[in-house]
């Protein structure tokens, strides 16, 4: 029986949509590439804003008429865009057979083997006990794995519905992600990326209520195999000093931090339920800068937050000149029912106004990024070869998140490979490849920030 999974949204769904592929495979199922030719679809969603949602629906659409040819299809929709719309997919899209949750994906045989036998359910259980480092998986890469070490969020920042798709806060027991580390270097892998929703809070839900992402990264880095730690997303006002100290002496953890902002004005901080002000974002980038040699930062922004005036958001314009993010993702508020903000406040700034806003962040954010880039230009620099992109080049990332494009060959791929620098853009470092690991011997060196003249 073969199997296709579409994964819209965030890393977490990969990861899932990873774990399931593993569970599917193992019980015999067959991956394939073409929807068409699938008995099984599962579409793994995402909810965070309205788009994504409409993506969903049009998918179901898709894939539905498919049935029209092949009467045994099973169609399956789970992530969040099923946790927040619950029964009302199974009443609005009748070709699909069940809705599952964020909880259980690792309950997917099961339900798979329910829909066989005529079962037409939604089930939305706990199962994330069941989460275990030996769990079958079939990631993509083969040399970086996403770990994921916590599961929810408990914020509530009043636009998001996360919280309510994928519930209350829960960390990985400690042991089993280090377990799960330790079977990707068996394996071979060298990149790894620790992912939740706050993961600097990791471990307060421990007992002692002290985070514990610096304890885990330091742990991961004595794995042998293991070249670099990289954490996703941290949440502004949970940075410990003990998890600033650790990615600045840990020489396998990556000098970069992805610092969801969303805004620079304290009066949208506020109404957004950001637990910071804008001042003390100023100074959290401050300690980082100060003691993380080389740091790239990025960040998340959304504009048009209902009550947004010219002069909040111009203040937002000014922690960005100010900051100079590495990479800023923004979007346009986009009301989410069940939260506090659809609930409470009016979507008031218009569209056209909002449009104009995320233009005018994206026109700033690529003059930074050519800007900060141009000191790359002919200097050579130390990557790990991650693949090849469609039009051909091979590409690799620095251990400060900077993307290099160069020609190679699929052998370096999770190998070393110094760069020299011979174009910058606003995106990407273009360069040629001067050496690799068989040749040098980056262990003596610094492994690290290579950027040497
Ligand atoms: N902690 C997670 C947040 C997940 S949501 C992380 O940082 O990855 C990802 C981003 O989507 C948020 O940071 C926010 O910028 C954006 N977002 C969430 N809800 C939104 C909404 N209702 N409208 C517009 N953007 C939203
Ligand atoms: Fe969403 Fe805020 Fe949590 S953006 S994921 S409620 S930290």
Known sequence: MKFYIKTFGCQMNVNESEI??????????????????????????????????????GAIGEYG??????????????????????????????????????????????????????????????????????????????????????????????????????????????????????????????????????????????????PKLDKLIKEAAKVEGIERIWFMTSYPSDITDELIDTIAKEPKAANYFHLPVQAGSNNMLEAMNRKYTKEQFYKLVHRVRSKVKGVTLSTDIIVGFPGETHEDYLETLQLIKDIRFEKVNIAEY??????????????????????????????????????ENEKYAEKIIRVIQEGKTKHGMHFGRTINNKVVMFDSIDEYNGKYVDVKIRRVSAGPLYGQKIADETQVDFKKEDPTLKIFD
């Open 65 to 210: 008429r498919f049935k029209n040819k092949n009467k045994d299809l099973i169609l399956a929709v789970g992530g969040c865009s099923s946790e927040k719309e619950r029964d009302e997919i199974l009443k609005r899209h009748k070709k699909v057979n069940f809705i599952f949750g964020t909880r259980n994906v690792v309950d997917i045989v099961n339900m798979v083997n329910r829909a066989k036998r005529g079962e037409k359910f939604s089930d939305f259980s706990d199962k994330l006990s069941d989460m275990s480092h030996d769990l079958p998986k079939m990631p993509n890469s083969l040399h970086h794995a996403w770990v994921t070490i916590q599961y929810g969020c408990n914020k509530y920042c009043s636009y998001c519905i996360v919280p309510y798709t994928r519930g209350f806060e829960k960390s990985r027991d400690f042991e089993d992600i280090i377990n799960e580390v330790k079977d990707y270097a068996k394996k071979g892998y060298r990149e790894i990326t620790f992912l939740g929703q706050n993961v600097d809070s990791y471990g307060k839900d421990f007992g002692d209520g002290k």
């Open 20 to 57: 399931m592929s593993g569970l599917l495979t193992r019980e015999g199922y067959e991956w394939t590439e073409n929807p068409e030719n699938a008995n099984l679809i599962i579409l793994n969603t995402c909810a965070v804003r309205e788009k994504a949602e409409n993506k969903m629906h």
């Open 334 to 371: 986009s009301p989410r029912e069940g939260t506090i903000a659809a609930k409470f406040k009016e979507d008031n700034v218009s569209k056209e106004e909002k449009n104009k806003r995320l233009m005018e962040i994206v026109e700033i954010e690529k003059n930074i990024g050519r800007e």
